[in-house]
């Protein structure tokens, strides 16, 4: 795929380039050239650990492949997805073109930009929209990704606020496309849409730092990235698990904090934190009442 300067994306990002798999990217942005993918022709977004989002523009043949579908492209092809629903993408020639910006879901936030990713409609939760672009929109969107190579390539002291200020111009963009495909996850039995809860809560454990938080904590926010009416989740994991949503959650959060007072050494206050509750006193009143004992007498009780 050209460029409107006329260089190629690899040699925008030759000698700088990162590994083609996604799952090795630490910070909160990686931008990459599919052309430099070398994992059998098959480049995945599979489920991971920590959830990210992708703006992907593809030129050739693939197969995008989903749990349950197959969706074949031909053309240019723009992707905004998430690894909420898990997929690959599959070239038919052998060949990729193509360049994807992935990032953390902490990238795009109210506070750095006065947008929260979720809501956009590109990245509604459940739903994979494919746009297919003519050869003058591949170009216009190309340049936009292109300055934000310019900026992979600098190391200047707004190259995150640029960066991020060119993939909110790829969002709004394509939000004034209409997609050609679309693939809705569907959750079609009680032990699937269980299975699902269970995989997306997992996906915020382990704490690995202070820093981290769980981003979901409640029934109605799991519901809402699941596209479910909370009282069908807890109605569905209820019948699956035999317990509410709400207790499968508050065992996880205990579990985690038993594991962070026993072999970290943070304070209370950093580990109330990290599992998503407001104030210290929030979490001793959740901890106390869940194990009839207090955080600080737990984490003495297993010194001694």
């Not at 020639?93 to 994807?100: E, P």
């Not at 006065?114 to 409609?121: A, I, N, Q, T, V």
């Not at 297919?132 to 340049?143: C, G, I, M, V, W």
Request: aromatic share 12%.
């Amino acid at each position: 795929m050209e460029l409107k300067s006329g260089n190629t994306l690899a040699d925008k990002t030759t000698g700088n380039h990162t590994s083609g798999n996604p799952m090795n990217f630490v910070d909160n942005f990686e931008i990459l050239d599919l052309s430099k993918v070398d994992n059998n022709h098959f480049f995945s977004f599979n489920y991971s650990r920590k959830t990210f989002y992708t703006a992907t523009l593809l030129q050739g043949k693939y197969s995008i492949e989903f749990e349950d579908k197959n969706m074949e492209l031909t053309g240019n092809t723009l992707l905004f997805t998430t690894s909420k629903i898990p997929f690959g993408i599959h070239t038919l020639n052998g060949i990729y073109k193509g360049i994807s910006c992935i990032f953390k879901e902490d990238f795009i936030t109210k506070n750095n930009c006065g947008y929260r990713l979720l809501e956009f409609p590109i990245y509604k939760p459940g739903t994979q929209n494919i746009y297919s672009l003519t050869d003058n929109q591949a170009e216009n969107f190309t340049a936009i990704y292109a300055k934000i190579f310019d900026e992979k390539l600098n190391n200047g002291n707004y190259k995150e606020s640029l960066q991020r200020n060119y993939l909110l111009e790829l969002i709004f963009n394509a939000q004034k496309l209409d997609p050609v495909l679309s693939y809705i996850k569907k959750n079609n039995t009680t032990e699937e849409i269980a299975c699902s809860f269970i995989r997306l809560l997992e996906a915020q454990f382990p704490i690995d730092n202070p820093q981290d938080v769980i981003k979901l904590k409640t029934a109605g926010e799991f519901a809402d990235h699941l596209s479910l009416h909370p009282n069908y989740l807890n109605r569905q994991v209820k019948l699956s698990k035999g317990r509410t949503v709400s207790e499968i959650i508050n065992a996880r959060i205990e579990q985690e904090a038993k594991i962070l007072l026993k072999l970290t050494n943070w304070n209370i206050a950093q580990i109330a934190n990290s599992l998503g509750f407001e104030e210290p006193s929030h979490f001793n009143t959740f901890f106390k009442k869940h194990t009839k004992i207090a955080p600080t007498d737990y984490r003495k009780l297993k010194k001694e």
